[in-house]
Every structure is written in C-alpha cells, then in structure tokens.
C-alpha cells in the first residue's frame, strides 16, 4: 500500500482584503490571488477565507516558495 504525501501548511501571516457587500463581506489573500471566500458576517468572512488559505496551499503546494519573496504594499492616491 502506497503512503499519501503528507504535505504542511505553511503556517504564517497573510494579508486579506475583507470587503462589505450588500449581503454580508467578500475576502480575497493578497499573497495567493486565488485565494477568495465570503460570509454573512464579518467572522465568518474570516473564518472562511483561512479555510480557502490552507486548502489552496494543499493544492499547491509550490506555492510557499513564492510566499518567501518580500512584498511591499503600497497606496496610491489616483
């Protein structure tokens, strides 16, 4: 019998993008753009979206690599 690949999450901050909607909030990961979820409610929004986090890095898995680059965030005023 063939083991399963045993593969951990990386465990770390992420930045998210919590968004009102006119029926509850949207919420996307900035470090992982496919990263996206909702909720009725401000916690679950956030609840959900560790969810989406932790399941996208089991996905893909090579993804961590790009998580140790250094991003820089900046607003503009257009």
Do not use: W
């Amino acid at each position: 019998m063939k083991a399963d690949k045993v593969h951990h999450v990386h465990q770390g901050k992420f930045t998210v993008i919590l968004r009102k909607e006119e029926e509850g909030y949207s919420v996307r990961c900035v470090e992982l753009p496919g990263a996206i979820s909702e909720g009725k409610t401000r916690k679950e929004a956030l609840e959900n979206i560790r969810e989406a986090i932790q399941g996208y890095l089991e996905a893909f898995p090579e993804e961590e690599s790009r998580l140790k680059v250094r991003n820089e965030v900046v607003q503009l005023a257009i």
